[in-house]
Nanobody
């Protein structure tokens, strides 16, 4: 199982980025995918989920209306579109595979997002 994030970088406040999570080694359309982030010096924070079967999406309150999660099962990829970025969104963003019991059982290496002027 492998998950590889990409798309991070430096962006000004109010800007946008789209993160990608490319998956391999498992039946991609059979599992949910979760995005989690870790800001400098802080713990892990849940960002968003997308279900495997119905495409339902879930967001943490600070991300609602600004972030959009989506998946392309043909490309084995999940995306996180992030708009109206704020300095407090600065973090390493990880995608993780969610097992049927809800555990996050495989993680990517993370991609750094820095929001700064």
């Amino acid at each position: 199982v492998q998950l590889v994030e990409s798309g991070g970088g430096l962006v000004q406040p109010g800007g946008s980025l789209r993160l990608s999570c490319a998956a391999s080694g498992f039946t991609f359309d059979g599992y949910g995918i979760t995005w989690v982030r870790q800001a400098p010096g802080k713990g892990l924070e849940w960002v968003s989920d997308i279900d495997w079967n119905d495409g339902y999406t879930y967001y943490a309150n600070p991300m609602k209306g600004r972030f959009t999660i989506s998946r392309d099962n043909a490309k084995n990829t999940v995306y996180l579109q992030m708009n109206v970025l704020k300095p407090e969104d600065t973090a390493v963003y990880y995608c993780a595979k969610r097992s049927r019991d809800g555990a996050l059982d495989a993680w990517g290496q993370g991609t750094l997002v820095t929001v700064s002027s």
